[in-house]
């Protein structure tokens, strides 16, 4: 399955954005998706995913109550919508997918497609 992010861009800070990562090839439902971020300088970030069926999510501390995962299979896009954005969630985004059982942790992960970046302004 291939990945695109977008809705990426410029945003200031207490603002909010909604990324989506629209898969091709096959079909999203297929598997559960991460979202991934890395800043300038950085290691690449685990930021949350969402299971298969889209009952379960997972978050990360650094975003738990400001970005939600969410998905529409019939659509074949999963979305990451962020509220609140902090200086510090500036970096390129990034989805993949994952057929493992421990799909809540990064490790689980190693499809990349194609980013997009997010940058917040004080």
């Known amino acids: 399955v291939q990945l695109q992010a977008s809705g990426g861009g410029l945003v200031q800070a207490g603002g909010s954005l909604r990324l989506s990562c629209a898969a091709s090839?096959?079909?999203?439902?297929?598997?559960?998706v991460g979202w991934f971020r890395q800043a300038p300088g950085k290691e690449r970030e685990f930021v949350g995913a969402?299971?298969?069926?889209?009952?379960?999510?997972y978050s990360s501390d650094s975003v738990k109550g400001r970005f939600t995962i969410s998905r529409a299979n019939a659509k074949n896009t999963v979305y990451l919508q962020m509220q609140n954005l902090k200086p510090e969630d500036t970096a390129v985004y990034y989805c993949?997918?994952?057929?493992?059982?421990?799909?809540?942790?990064?490790?689980?992960?190693?499809?990349w497609g194609q980013g997009t970046l997010v940058t917040v302004s004080s």
């Open positions: 969402v299971s298969r069926s889209g009952v379960s999510t």
């Open positions: 090839g096959r079909s999203v439902g297929n598997y559960h």
């Open positions: 993949s997918t994952s057929v493992s059982t421990q799909w809540y942790q990064g490790k689980a992960y190693n499809n």
